[in-house]
């Protein structure tokens, strides 16, 4: 049995799930599909958001802000010069993204926005009647509008551009630790340098006076380039030294932008 849908959006992270928010609004009903089971879970970014950005959305995530960033300093690779860029207001939340993805459900749920966990879309194909069809392992839906908000996963992309793709993809890795020194807590910090990071940078983004989140993309294995940075390097090495390694996550970054324009039969 095929279900009729008015939108149908492919991920409940805080892009799919803000842009349904925003349909709500204007009154139309979407249907979120999330593959995970738990909203917010497995967590995937340092979660730096900006201020101004999430105040012209009216998104206030007050329960989930960590800390708050008036600025960042960058390092050269030789970490021996520096840049910073600061200004009195605050410019960017530090957010638990658990809780932050949480509270645009909540939020998007009390929109009477319908969201779907454990929803893997499958597969998605254009029909001649001029809707989209979607098959996920329980049932098959039907809708006039396509929103693809999957992320660095890109296989509903693949699927219909297939080896047309022309994105770069990177993996990722990041901690949150205990027991860094000489931290800035309203600044982020940035170390650029290939021995750091082929292709990307490193952050080390202050929670608190001792928290810390310390993460990095690179190709090539980012376990070694993160033991290599905490060790070695010049100016981090000093802060990480007594580190301990509370948690621990995984993913993956679009350095080449977005794959350029693609939307037209209802599809976004």
Not at 9 to 33: C, M, N
Not at 60 to 82: D, F, T
Not at 90 to 119: G, H, I, M
């Amino acid at each position: 049995m095929t279900r009729d849908l008015e939108v149908a959006v492919i991920g409940a992270g805080p892009i799919g799930l803000i842009f349904s928010i925003e349909l709500a609004k204007q009154g139309y009903l979407s249907t979120v599909f999330e593959e995970d089971k738990t909203i917010g879970r497995p967590c995937h970014c340092a979660g730096i958001l900006s201020v101004s950005g999430l105040s012209r959305l009216g998104i206030k995530p007050k329960n989930c802000v960590e800390n708050r960033l008036r600025g960042a300093v960058i390092y050269s690779p030789s970490g021996e010069y520096s840049i910073y860029v600061k200004r009195e207001e605050y410019q960017a939340y530090v957010v638990n993204r658990e809780k932050f993805d949480q509270y645009l459900y909540d939020v998007a749920v009390s929109q009477d926005v319908r969201v779907l966990t454990n929803s893997k879309v499958l597969r998605v194909r254009f029909g001649n009647d001029g809707f989209w069809r979607l098959e996920t392992r329980d049932r098959n839906y039907r809708s006039k509008v396509l929103v693809n908000a999957e992320g660095a996963g890109r296989n509903i992309v693949k699927q219909l551009l297939g080896d047309n793709i022309k994105q770069k993809i990177i993996p990722a890795l990041q901690y949150d630790v205990r027991g860094a020194k000489d931290l800035e807590v309203d600044t982020t910090e940035i170390y650029l340098g290939s021995s750091w990071s082929n292709g990307f940078f490193v952050w080390i983004t202050p929670l608190d006076d001792d928290r810390a989140r310390v993460g990095l993309a690179t190709r090539g294995n980012p376990l070694e380039y993160m033991k290599h940075f905490m060790s070695k390097h010049p100016i981090a090495s000093r802060k990480l030294s007594r580190a301990k390694i509370e948690k621990t996550y995984g993913g993956r970054i679009i350095i080449s932008g977005d794959i350029g324009r693609f939307s037209g039969n209802g599809f976004l």
